[in-house]
């Protein structure tokens, strides 16, 4: 059974900086792409940045230029550096990797960690 162990969220204020984290329990390239989602409260949880195999990133329009998805191969790390915070970047963001099981897709997510953006 894979484990994906998200932290770094927390409280900040508008213009702050958090760096998430996001710990596997396999080795990260054994997996077709990792990726961060969000989901704000009474709303559907939603992309923010994934990453592939062979490094490509993707990222959500309302981020691209604040936040930088990467990887520590050493570590089976993926990291979500997010500048420039804004209130609406407030939600639980979650960890993510697509693997295939029994021949079908088949994504693992982690518990979560909560980011708030307020004054």
């Known amino acids: 059974q894979v484990q994906l162990v998200e932290s770094g969220g927390g409280l900040v204020q508008p213009g702050g900086s958090l760096r998430l984290s996001c710990a596997a329990s396999?080795?990260?390239?054994?997996?077709?792409?990792m990726g961060w989602y969000r989901q704000a409260t009474g709303k559907e949880r939603e992309l923010v940045a994934a990453?592939?195999?062979?490094?490509?990133?993707n990222y959500a329009d309302s981020v691209k230029g604040r936040f930088t998805i990467s990887r520590d191969n050493a570590k089976n790390t993926v990291y979500l550096q997010m500048n420039t915070l804004k209130p609406e970047d407030t939600g639980v963001y979650y960890c993510?990797?697509?693997?295939?099981?029994?021949?079908?897709?088949?994504?693992?997510w982690g518990q979560g960690t909560q980011v708030t953006v307020s004054s």
């Open positions: 396999r080795n990260i390239f054994s997996f077709n792409a």
């Open positions: 990453i592939t195999t062979d490094g490509s990133t």
């Open positions: 993510s990797a697509d693997d295939v099981l029994r021949g079908k897709p088949y994504a693992y």
